[in-house]
């Protein structure tokens, strides 16, 4: 049996208003994926989405399914 879980990682909202561009933090990012990494879980998908952010800007948001064996 697998087991599925979703992991939503969202770009700092204070950089989309203040850069207006995308500043991933990839070592919190990278920290996180190695901690469920060590817990058994793989990364099967992820998917990329801008949400748009107090009417002008936009954000960008990673999600993630992640699995493992039950």
Known sequence: MVEYKV???KEPI???IIFHNSTI???ELENTLNNFAKQGWRVKTMEREI???LLF???EAFIFILEHDK
Do not use: F, K, P
Request: aromatic share 20%; no cysteine; charged share 20%.
């Open 7 to 9: 992991y939503v990682y």
């Open 57 to 59: 800007w936009a954000r």
């Open 14 to 16: 204070i950089s989309s």
């Open 25 to 27: 933090d990839t070592v």
């Open 51 to 53: 949400h748009r952010t």
